[in-house]
């Protein structure tokens, strides 16, 4: 069955954007029902969309993985510096310059009585961060959007081609669908993997760069209790 839905006419075009869009979608829903209601999962929805969220994008990724043109990774000194860097960069203001801690967030704690949910939120979470969310992300920016303002049918472009057009369009929708708090990071984010796909010419080596940014933060968040890093 999924090779039949890979051969349809732009099933390739819903391959690179309709995870992305799902996974969107679900931050709107999070934003919507929050508040909404005394019940916990009114109050505090990220506890079960977040893991819905990951399950519904990884049946996506498995769904369309045949259309991912992801080659061979390559440049791994550059993705390794990348990856600290770009660590780094994001835990600088509360790490190194004094700004206040972002502890409200996603907080596995409110399981600690119940070690079985505590440690089955806390995988899921690194999943999420890991691996559900480099992958969806870079096939999306850098797969898909960076090639696609270069011509519409993206395919064509290979992967890594440079314009300032479409260069400048993924670094601020890249910016833009982060925390305004992280803006400036983002930014330089954004520019950072940017150079890892034109570099590198691979898209493993954008994903391997971003899961290993986001493993690392994963653990800083762990160790120092700031969940508004998630």
């Not at 992801?70 to 440049?75: A, D, E, L, Q, V």
Request: hydrophobic fraction near 55%; aromatic fraction near 20%.
């Amino acid at each position: 069955m999924n090779s039949v839905v890979n051969d349809r006419p732009g099933s390739k075009l819903a391959a690179y954007t309709v995870p992305m869009a799902a996974f969107l979608g679900f931050l709107a829903v999070v934003v919507l029902l929050k508040g909404r209601g005394d019940a916990f999962w009114l109050q505090a929805p990220e506890y079960w969309i977040y893991p819905l969220q990951t399950l519904v994008c990884a049946a996506l990724l498995w769904w369309f993985w045949r259309r991912y043109e992801f080659h061979r990774f390559t440049g791994v000194v550059l993705t390794l510096a990348v990856a600290v860097l770009v660590f780094v960069l994001w835990i600088s203001p509360q790490a190194f310059f004094g700004f206040e801690a972002r502890t409200e967030g996603f907080n596995p704690d409110t399981f600690a009585t119940q070690p079985g949910l505590y440690w089955s939120t806390v995988l899921m979470r690194f999943f999420r961060l890991v691996i559900i969310v480099p992958i969806v992300e870079e096939v999306f920016w850098r797969g898909f959007l960076l090639r696609y303002f270069i011509k519409d049918k993206f395919e064509e472009v290979p992967f890594g081609t440079f314009t300032w057009m479409s260069f400048g369009v993924v670094v601020v929708g890249f910016t833009l669908v982060h925390n305004s708090a992280d803006w400036p990071a983002a930014a330089i984010t954004g520019v950072l993997y940017n150079l890892v796909a034109y570099r590198t010419k691979s898209l493993t080596s954008c994903i391997i760069a971003h899961a290993l940014t986001n493993l690392l933060l994963g653990l800083w968040i762990m160790w120092t209790g700031q969940w508004g890093f998630w």
